[in-house]
């Protein structure tokens, strides 16, 4: 069984005929009488357009059917995927299971290859079709195939040949000669769907056509003469040889939109003009002859071509026959099981011990995928799917080189060709460009386990001149694998990021390279702390109140202590039996007498403020314990610090055995700390998490002056939340500070969007610029300040739209803000804030 059975667009003229007849108002009787003759006529565009008319008039359900093949023939498959799932959805089990195959093709030519693979999967365990069921074992292949291949290939560069060659109709079979800048290809002399009469009954014919190309591009195609274009004939799939004297090609006829005769011509000239025509003798019979293409094998001329004569191994089989003279050649040898499949196989196109065609037979990314083999002088190797670029979901064929074979060309029937009936109906032609010397890099992300991670997102940055280029990011939901291509002599920043794990990077370059290099780099990711939604606190167990830091050698409390102070009397009110304790601690720094009393009274000024809220001062035992109990790390400190271990202790000797000061202020830092226990009361309470989790604040309270006395934020310190942080020279770079850089949004509804702002100043002393913000899907940057600089001083905000409709559960998301300067290492600077929400369903 073909993919889609001989129609002509695929084995000869592309959907570009389209042939019709002219639209007359008619009654439902008429309009499906036309329609079922134009059907049994094969005309069947124009069959369509009168059984979609009927339909649409009494939306007969017996026509659904046909709607659906028809719409499968003429290759719209978007459509036709939409009819047969209507056909399939009144289906009982085990019923069309044919219709199943049809639909799984649908879904692959889709792109929706997960469904797809389901939906063959159900038509094996249904069908009885040994033949459709090894088709069908192709296609899974073929579709799981899809989701391994990388998104592109290295130093190919395909794109679409423009409207000085492509028309709405479509153009196929081209054959570039050695020059690379004379082309034939075929299509037909008409800009939209052809409908057929007497008046323009040429335009439905198609011709051979050629370009010739110069400095400014191709010129306009021109149609070859009489020789080649015999009139009432369609004339295609042109092949020339080496010396570009001789000519191969088809001239064919149809019967409706089905090719009924096709044979193999041959002319000898060039550029001055081609000869007549005459019939190649060998190779035609009584059967389709096709797709010349001129080659070599054991020593000899050879004739590649495409036929459907009997004793093949499925629709169309690729066979070649040895010259004998000039227009003759020896019996068809078919080339076998390894290239020739229970599919169709065709395009060959022979260079250099290397052959390539097009095939439904092997597993590909869609219909028909190129393919390519090489002969070892006795035997073809496996053929090997010529990747993306190359191949769609959709149909790609005809491949041919120049004579170096860095530049070449195919038709595809991609989406985003030109088309004069639905999307994919009609071929384009493509280029393609294949690099002398190229670079580029294979990245895969993992846990720290080494387990693949999906779900993340690579930044690869050019950092040229410690100057940020505009970086390229990709992410992927399913896969691990990020593929990029580079430029040549550039140095190179690369960012792994994942929500739930600590973003990693590195560093390389691409100078002096003299051969093509392929660099590879795994990421292993570190989990950011899995915070419970709810915490326990029992009895004498000490809570640290991260939101209480003290500066060194102060005892004020910095603006972001009222949040946890709260917390706890908001708990004392609730229970009105409990005492606590409130321990303050210092680092190490200063001799034992005095952290004991610096302790003492950052403990008495946490306690002051409760008091002063109300609660009875006998309730709280202020304790100060200088550095005589360092901190334990914990889960959640070892995960924000990738230097410390869970369970270390920081004392004295551990942190000065600790690599640079920045660690070992970090270190001490987290000495400097208040916690809480409970002394008396309740045995437990549990809690929201996050009410004790350190946050940012920009407002200090209404009464904070008269409590406690305020301590002005610090707007030189860097935030852990951005690259700067732990640098020790921040001369000459900006600082981009937030008066807030994480945001709480509380309960949020399922489906409710949430606008707010990130305000920010750049309190550093060089201009900042935007290059890229980066966030989930569910994260819109409104009036994006992307590009924009801000001097040193001015002041800059960042407005977000949050849409929680595809959210099922409470998260923390990042945004990334990367600055086109880098710090003083060459490393480009990122910035990260976050908002966090309760999704309330």
Same mark, same amino acid.
């Given at each position: 069984?073909?993919?889609?059975?001989?129609?002509?667009?695929?084995?000869?003229?592309?959907?570009?005929?389209?042939?019709?007849?002219?639209?007359?108002?008619?009654?439902?009787?008429?309009?499906?009488?036309?329609?079922?003759?134009?059907?049994?006529?094969?005309?069947?565009?124009?069959?369509?357009?009168?059984?979609?008319?009927?339909?649409?008039?009494?939306?007969?359900?017996?026509?659904?059917?046909?709607?659906?093949?028809?719409?499968?023939?003429?290759?719209?498959?978007?459509?036709?995927?939409?009819?047969?799932?209507?056909?399939?959805?009144?289906?009982?089990?085990?019923?069309?299971?044919?219709?199943?195959?049809?639909?799984?093709?649908?879904?692959?030519?889709?792109?929706?290859?997960?469904?797809?693979?389901?939906?063959?999967?159900?038509?094996?365990?249904?069908?009885?079709?040994?033949?459709?069921?090894?088709?069908?074992?192709?296609?899974?292949?073929?579709?799981?195939?899809?989701?391994?291949?990388?998104?592109?290939?290295?130093?190919?560069?395909?794109?679409?040949?423009?409207?000085?060659?492509?028309?709405?109709?479509?153009?196929?079979?081209?054959?570039?000669?050695?020059?690379?800048?004379?082309?034939?290809?075929?299509?037909?002399?008409?800009?939209?769907?052809?409908? @057929?009469?007497?008046?323009?009954?040429?335009?439905?014919?198609?011709?051979?056509?050629?370009?010739?190309?110069?400095?400014?591009?191709?010129?306009?195609?021109?149609?070859?003469?009489?020789?080649?274009?015999?009139?009432?004939?369609?004339?295609?799939?042109?092949?020339?040889?080496?010396?570009?004297?001789?000519?191969?090609?088809?001239?064919?006829?149809?019967?409706?939109?089905?090719?009924?005769?096709?044979?193999?011509?041959?002319?000898?000239?060039?550029?001055?003009?081609?000869?007549?025509?005459?019939?190649?003798?060998?190779?035609?019979?009584?059967?389709?002859?096709?797709?010349?293409?001129?080659?070599?094998?054991?020593?000899?001329?050879?004739?590649?071509? @495409?036929?459907?004569?009997?004793?093949?191994?499925?629709?169309?089989?690729? %066979?070649?026959?040895?010259?004998?003279?000039?227009?003759?050649?020896?019996?068809?040898?078919?080339?076998?099981?390894?290239?020739?499949?229970?599919?169709?196989?065709?395009? $060959?196109?022979?260079?250099?011990?290397?052959?390539?065609?097009?095939?439904?037979?092997?597993?590909?990314?869609?219909?028909?995928?190129?393919?390519?083999?090489?002969?070892?002088?006795?035997?073809?190797?496996?053929?090997?799917?010529?990747?993306?670029?190359?191949?769609?979901?959709?149909?790609?064929?005809?491949?041919?080189?120049?004579?170096?074979?860095?530049?070449?060309?195919?038709?595809?029937?991609?989406?985003?060709?030109?088309?004069?009936?639905?999307?994919?109906?009609?071929?384009?032609?493509?280029?393609?460009?294949?690099?002398?010397?190229?670079?580029?890099?294979?990245?895969?992300?993992?846990?720290?386990?080494?387990?693949?991670?999906?779900?993340?997102? @690579?930044?690869?940055? $050019?950092?040229?001149?410690?100057?940020?280029?505009?970086?390229?990011?990709?992410?992927?939901?399913?896969?691990?694998?990020?593929?990029?291509?580079?430029?040549?002599?550039?140095? %190179?920043?690369?960012?792994?990021?994942?929500?739930?794990?600590?973003?990693?990077?590195?560093?390389?370059?691409?100078?002096?390279?003299?051969?093509?290099?392929?660099?590879?780099?795994?990421?292993?990711?570190?989990?950011?702390?899995?915070?419970?939604?709810?915490?326990?606190?029992?009895?004498?167990?000490?809570?640290?109140?991260?939101?209480?830091?003290?500066?060194?050698?102060?005892?004020?409390?910095?603006?972001?202590?009222?949040?946890?102070?709260?917390?706890?009397?908001?708990?004392?009110?609730?229970?009105?039996?409990?005492?606590?304790?409130?321990?303050?601690?210092?680092?190490?720094?200063?001799?034992?007498?005095?952290?004991?009393?610096?302790?003492?009274?950052?403990?008495?000024?946490?306690?002051?403020?409760?008091?002063?809220?109300?609660?009875?001062?006998?309730?709280?035992?202020?304790?100060?314990?200088?550095?005589?109990?360092?901190?334990?790390?914990?889960?959640?400190?070892?995960?924000?610090?990738?230097?410390?271990?869970?369970?270390?202790?920081?004392?004295?000797?551990?942190?000065?055995?600790?690599?640079?000061?920045?660690?070992?202020?970090?270190?001490?830092?987290?000495?400097?700390?208040?916690?809480?226990?409970?002394?008396?009361?309740?045995?437990?309470?549990?809690?929201?998490?996050?009410?004790?989790?350190?946050?940012?604040?920009?407002?200090?309270?209404?009464?904070?002056?008269?409590?406690?006395?305020?301590?002005?934020?610090?707007?030189?310190?860097?935030?852990?939340?951005?690259?700067?942080?732990?640098?020790?020279?921040?001369?000459?770079?900006?600082?981009?500070?937030?008066?807030?850089?994480?945001?709480?949004?509380?309960?949020?509804?399922?489906?409710?969007?949430?606008?707010?702002?990130?305000?920010?100043?750049?309190?550093?002393?060089?201009?900042?610029?935007?290059?890229?913000?980066?966030?989930?899907?569910?994260?819109?940057?409104?009036?994006?300040?992307?590009?924009?600089?801000?001097?040193?001083?001015?002041?800059? @905000?960042?407005?977000?739209?949050?849409?929680?409709?595809?959210?099922?559960?409470?998260?923390?998301?990042?945004?990334?803000?990367?600055?086109?300067?880098?710090?003083?290492?060459?490393?480009?600077?990122?910035?990260?804030?976050?908002?966090?929400?309760?999704?309330?369903?």
């Amino acid at each position: 069984m073909k993919n889609i059975p001989i129609l002509i667009f695929l084995f000869l003229l592309g959907c570009g005929t389209l042939m019709a007849q002219p639209i007359r108002k008619s009654s439902y009787e008429q309009t499906l009488r036309a329609a079922r003759a134009s059907f049994d006529s094969l005309n069947y565009v124009y069959a369509l357009e009168r059984y979609e008319e009927a339909y649409e008039d009494k939306e007969d359900r017996a026509l659904i059917d046909t709607i659906a093949w028809l719409n499968f023939q003429i290759r719209d498959y978007r459509k036709a995927e939409r009819w047969f799932a209507r056909i399939l959805r009144r289906a009982e089990e085990g019923e069309l299971t044919e219709y199943r195959y049809i639909y799984g093709q649908l879904l692959k030519m889709n792109e929706k290859y997960d469904e797809a693979i389901n939906e063959f999967q159900t038509f094996l365990d249904a069908s009885s079709n040994d033949s459709l069921k090894t088709l069908a074992k192709n296609e899974m292949a073929g579709a799981e195939l899809a989701k391994e291949l990388p998104q592109s290939m290295k130093g190919v560069t395909v794109e679409n040949a423009g409207r000085d060659l492509n028309g709405k109709v479509s153009e196929y079979s081209p054959a570039l000669a050695s020059n690379g800048t004379e082309l034939y290809f075929t299509t037909f002399d008409a800009d939209d769907v052809i409908y @057929v009469d007497e008046k323009n009954k040429d335009e439905s014919y198609a011709l051979i056509y050629k370009a010739m190309k110069d400095d400014n591009g191709w010129e306009k195609p021109k149609a070859l003469g009489g020789e080649i274009n015999r009139p009432e004939f369609h004339n295609s799939n042109v092949s020339l040889s080496k010396d570009g004297r001789t000519m191969y090609f088809t001239r064919a006829q149809l019967e409706g939109n089905v090719l009924s005769e096709s044979k193999i011509y041959f002319s000898t000239g060039g550029g001055e003009g081609w000869k007549g025509a005459q019939e190649v003798q060998g190779v035609n019979g009584p059967y389709l002859a096709k797709h010349p293409a001129i080659g070599e094998l054991f020593g000899k001329e050879v004739l590649f071509f @495409v036929s459907n004569m009997p004793g093949g191994y499925g629709g169309f089989d690729v %066979y070649y026959a040895t010259k004998t003279g000039e227009g003759t050649f020896s019996d068809p040898v078919n080339l076998g099981a390894v290239i020739n499949t229970l599919g169709d196989d065709e395009t $060959p196109y022979y260079r250099d011990g290397t052959l390539y065609f097009s095939s439904t037979g092997h597993p590909g990314l869609g219909g028909f995928d190129i393919f390519y083999s090489t002969w070892d002088g006795t035997k073809w190797s496996g053929p090997l799917n010529m990747g993306r670029g190359y191949n769609t979901s959709v149909d790609d064929q005809s491949l041919t080189l120049d004579e170096e074979g860095y530049f070449g060309m195919f038709v595809s029937n991609r989406p985003e060709g030109r088309s004069a009936y639905g999307r994919t109906c009609c071929n384009d032609l493509y280029t393609v460009s294949i690099a002398k010397l190229y670079a580029d890099l294979v990245t895969g992300v993992f846990t720290i386990e080494k387990k693949p991670l999906p779900g993340g997102t @690579v930044y690869l940055i $050019p950092t040229q001149n410690n100057k940020v280029g505009t970086p390229e990011s990709k992410t992927s939901e399913d896969g691990n694998r990020f593929d990029f291509d580079l430029g040549l002599d550039m140095p %190179y920043m690369v960012i792994a990021t994942h929500p739930d794990y600590f973003p990693d990077t590195m560093q390389f370059n691409t100078v002096g390279l003299t051969e093509s290099k392929t660099f590879q780099h795994f990421f292993y990711l570190k989990p950011k702390p899995v915070i419970p939604e709810y915490d326990t606190i029992t009895l004498e167990e000490p809570i640290v109140l991260e939101n209480i830091l003290y500066d060194f050698d102060d005892d004020r409390i910095r603006t972001e202590a009222e949040s946890d102070l709260e917390v706890v009397y908001e708990l004392m009110t609730e229970y009105p039996d409990m005492k606590i304790e409130l321990s303050s601690h210092t680092d190490n720094r200063g001799n034992n007498d005095y952290n004991e009393n610096l302790s003492q009274r950052r403990a008495e000024s946490a306690r002051r403020w409760l008091v002063r809220k109300g609660i009875d001062r006998d309730r709280i035992v202020a304790k100060g314990y200088g550095e005589n109990q360092p901190q334990t790390v914990s889960a959640r400190a070892a995960a924000l610090h990738g230097f410390l271990k869970e369970g270390d202790v920081l004392t004295e000797a551990y942190i000065d055995a600790l690599k640079d000061e920045n660690q070992k202020e970090v270190a001490h830092e987290l000495n400097r700390r208040t916690e809480f226990k409970i002394l008396e009361g309740p045995r437990s309470i549990t809690i929201k998490s996050t009410r004790l989790r350190k946050k940012e604040t920009t407002k200090p309270g209404a009464d904070r002056e008269r409590l406690i006395g305020e301590a002005q934020p610090d707007t030189t310190r860097i935030n852990m939340l951005s690259s700067l942080y732990g640098k020790k020279d921040l001369k000459g770079l900006p600082i981009m500070y937030f008066n807030k850089r994480v945001l709480e949004l509380g309960a949020v509804k399922k489906g409710e969007k949430r606008r707010f702002t990130y305000a920010f100043v750049n309190t550093g002393d060089a201009p900042l610029t935007i290059s890229l913000i980066s966030a989930c899907d569910c994260t819109t940057i409104e009036n994006d300040p992307t590009g924009d600089t801000f001097q040193p001083g001015q002041k800059g @905000v960042i407005e977000v739209l949050f849409d929680s409709s595809e959210k099922d559960e409470s998260e923390e998301i990042d945004i990334d803000i990367f600055l086109e300067e880098a710090d003083n290492d060459g490393i480009p600077i990122r910035e990260t804030v976050q908002y966090r929400f309760e999704l309330k369903k």
